[in-house]
């Protein structure tokens, strides 16, 4: 089996870039796609996404010399900031381009994606449905050491592990969106992973540039999102119930704790539609004069004027004024 090629299955935001970062530590990466539309949609994705991921590799040259480099971005494509150097940036630039040029490719027939992989990573829509048919089209057609993950944000993988017929060597490997910058893998097993299959997902993410993060357990929301969703409902609470306002809310907690960032400027970033179809998932957010419910009527109110955050140049935030 070819120890180096890796199948992506879906080419949206997230499919996109895991494929590219996979390319650009050299693995042989197979995108796996519907249909010839869906090749219409993915394309122009794997243009932008490298063409961003060569910019920001470019753009870190100015961080050379600085010691905090390696905390800053983009993390996932430097893996080591000792002895860097300019010249060595423009290698990685060189290095990138030729490995985006040589290691990506597409294909729309199963089978032939699937054929010799060494590690398959279902990146599709959020939708238990379609990830079961998925599974279930791939099941007998995988090779059999081949090692399945999903990156499913919100599903949990003991839900899908008796459809893909290897239960043993089904795990989740969630990435973070710009992946390249936020280099954050967390590996989550369900009870029936083999640990062996678990390790070995663990060195793979190391070895594409990703900070493997390790759960012990299935947990919904992962490690992050267990933090982040509680964090940023309570944030909310406070503005709807009108105990103060955005700007305060971040100022208390960036001054008492350091953070870079309040609660109010996360959300711009994550964007306020993603803060209001998790909102919407609350049963109480659909009961009338509940504190859910009224953030739902907030966000939505901003959502309708346009005001999503820093994507729309305007959220919590205005960042159209210089
Ligand atoms: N967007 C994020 O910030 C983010 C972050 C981490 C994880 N994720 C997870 O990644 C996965 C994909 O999310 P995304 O943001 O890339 O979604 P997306 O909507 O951008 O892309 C979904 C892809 O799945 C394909 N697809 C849908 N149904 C299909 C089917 N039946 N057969 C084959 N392909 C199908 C679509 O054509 C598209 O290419 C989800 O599980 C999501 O939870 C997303």
Redesign the pocket.
């Known amino acids: 089996m070819d120890r180096k090629k890796v199948v992506v ?9 895991i494929g590219l970062i996979c390319a650009y530590y050299g693995f042989d990466t197979t995108f ?4 010839e539309s ?1 090749i219409g ?2 394309t122009p ?1 794997i243009e932008r996404y490298s063409a961003l991921m060569l910019e920001d590799l470019g753009a870190a040259k100015a961080l050379v010399g600085n010691p905090m480099a390696a905390f800053l971005y983009p993390r996932g494509l430097i893996r080591s900031w000792d002895g860097m150097t300019a010249g060595k940036i423009d290698e990685l630039i060189e290095s990138g381009k030729k490995n985006f040029a040589e290691n990506v490719h597409i294909e729309l027939d199963l089978r032939k994606a699937l054929s010799g992989a060494y590690l398959v990573i ?6 238990p ?3 079961i ?2 599974y279930e ?1 791939m099941r007998d057609i995988l090779d059999e050491d081949t090692i399945l993950c ?6 949990l993988p003991s839900t899908f592990a008796e459809y893909t017929g290897r239960p043993e060597k089904y795990c989740a490997l ?4 710009t992946i390249w910058k936020n280099n954050t893998a967390e590996i989550m097993g369900h009870p029936g992973t083999d640990p062996a299959i678990y390790n070995e997902v663990v060195k793979f993410a190391g070895e594409i540039g990703m900070v493997p993060l390790q759960l012990h357990k299935e947990q919904p929301g992962y490690i992050l999102n267990s933090m982040l969703v509680p964090f940023l409902s309570a944030a909310q609470m406070l503005w709807a119930k009108g105990v103060s306002d955005p700007e305060t809310v971040d100022l208390t907690w960036q001054l008492a704790t350091g953070a870079p960032a309040g609660p109010f400027k996360i959300l711009d970033i994550v964007g306020l539609e ?1 803060a209001y179809n998790i909102n919407q998932m609350k049963p109480a957010a659909h009961q009338e004069g509940t504190i859910e419910n009224q953030i739902g009527k907030l966000l939505k109110e901003k959502i309708d004027r346009g005001e999503t955050g820093v994507n729309a140049g305007k959220g919590f935030y205005d960042y159209t004024k210089k």
Request: glycine share 12%.
């Open positions: 299955c879906g080419g949206g935001v997230l499919g996109t870039q796996w796609l519907r249909s869906s949609r993915t994705k279902e990146s599709m829509t959020e939708e449905k379609a990830k048919g998925m089209a999903t990156n499913s944000s919100t599903m969630h990435f973070a969106n993603t």
